[in-house]
């Protein structure tokens, strides 16, 4: 069974930084893709990045430059480095782990690449 557990989330003024954390049991993060998605109030689940076992990284447009997937495969975590945050970051942030071993295409910016979830952590930037 896939646990996700994230942590860090908390208020923040804008311009300022946060760093997530997502620590898996049941499956591994070198070897699976791993994702970070966002859930702004009042608006659907959205891709912000994805990590693969072959260090290819994606990020959207809207994070771009500011944000940093990154891996620990001995604590088997994959954190989120959040810099020069905006109001607009404000969001309920999911870990995701992806269902193919060793896939590193596009497609994961998809949600339906994923399959397992953590229960989220708020993130909220105040101007």
């Known amino acids: 069974q896939v646990q996700l557990v994230e942590s860090g989330g908390r208020l923040v003024q804008a311009g300022g930084s946060l760093r997530l954390s997502c620590a898996a049991t049941?499956?591994?993060?070198?070897?699976?893709?791993m994702g970070w998605f966002r859930q702004p109030p009042g608006k659907e689940r959205e891709f912000v990045a994805a990590i693969t076992w072959s260090n290819n990284e994606y990020y959207s447009d809207s994070v771009k430059g500011r944000f940093t997937i990154s891996r620990d495969n001995a604590k088997n975590t994959v954190y989120l480095e959040m810099n020069m945050l905006k109001p607009e970051d404000t969001a309920v942030y999911y870990c995701a782990a992806g269902r193919r071993p060793y896939y590193s295409g596009s497609l994961l910016q998809l949600v339906e690449q994923f399959d397992s979830w953590g229960q989220g952590t708020q993130v909220t930037v105040s101007s």
């Open positions: 049941g499956r591994t993060v070198s070897t699976y893709p």
